[in-house]
């Protein structure tokens, strides 16, 4: 089968860094993306990795290494709106998305 | 600005009652997507086109069904809802262009009550 694990909920401080990680078994890989996704919202964009290595935009970091089948999102800079759950979603060797069901993240001041 | 619109944002239907769901986008992209996610979990991808080539998942039951009468436009409809059909269906583009343009780009979503 195929499957995506992230933890189901974590929680940091406003100002702190968190570290968000994905681990995957897929039929194949065409690339990793992390979506943000805020209560009762549809998912927006993050970030997409198909090479390894760490991929910086602004305050959010994506990590990925295929031979571990593992990514992290990182967070810099917390920020109240950052409240959120964040999926992670592989594009397999058929070039279907596989999902993982999100981790939800608390901010607290 | 290019966007993915649903409409309506919120639907309310009785047990039985067909309903229809529509999307349109304005960034000219190949690929459209119908989502259900219902709550705490990720997205059930139930059909996509590329361009006017319909593909059904095999999980997808009969009630579903989907039109994309062009481009732009792309209908979900729900044939007889049920109480486990309650969710929030989400419309994705992609611009899919073989080599690239992967990332999908959501629609704010339809929340579909059955009563």
């Known amino acids: 089968g195929q499957n995506i694990d992230q933890p189901t909920e974590m929680t940091a401080t406003e100002g702190a860094i968190v570290q968000i990680n994905c681990t995957y078994q897929?039929?194949?890989?065409?690339?990793l993306f992390w979506y943000q996704q805020h209560a009762g919202e549809a998912p927006t964009f993050l970030s997409y990795?198909?090479l390894d290595g760490l991929e910086e935009k602004g305050r959010f970091s994506s990590f990925l290494s295929r031979s571990k089948g593992y990514s992290y999102l990182l967070l810099k800079e917390l920020q109240m709106k950052d409240s959120a759950s964040y999926l992670c979603?592989?594009?397999?060797?058929?070039?279907?998305?596989?999902w993982g069901a999100g981790t939800k993240l608390i901010i607290k001041p | 600005d290019a966007m993915v619109i649903q409409n309506p944002r919120y639907q309310v239907t009785q047990f039985g009652k067909p309903v229809t769901l529509s999307c349109s986008q304005t960034?000219?992209?190949?690929?459209m997507y119908w989502y259900q996610q219902k709550s705490s979990q990720a997205p059930k991808l139930l059909f996509h086109?590329?361009?006017?080539?319909?593909?059904n998942e095999a999980d997808t039951p009969d009630n579903f069904q989907s039109r994309r009468p062009n481009t732009s436009f792309c209908f979900l409809d729900i044939r007889s809802p049920g109480l486990g059909d309650a969710a929030m269906y989400l419309c994705?583009?992609?611009?899919?262009?073989?080599?690239?343009?992967?990332?999908?780009?959501f629609g704010p979503g339809t929340r579909l009550t059955v009563t």
């Open positions: 994705a583009t992609s611009a899919d262009t073989g080599t690239g343009g992967y990332e999908q780009y």
């Open positions: 960034l000219n992209h190949n690929v």
């Open positions: 086109y590329y361009d006017k080539d319909f593909n």
């Open positions: 897929t039929s194949g890989f065409n690339g």
């Open positions: 990795n198909v």
């Open positions: 979603a592989v594009l397999n060797s058929n070039y279907q998305l596989i």
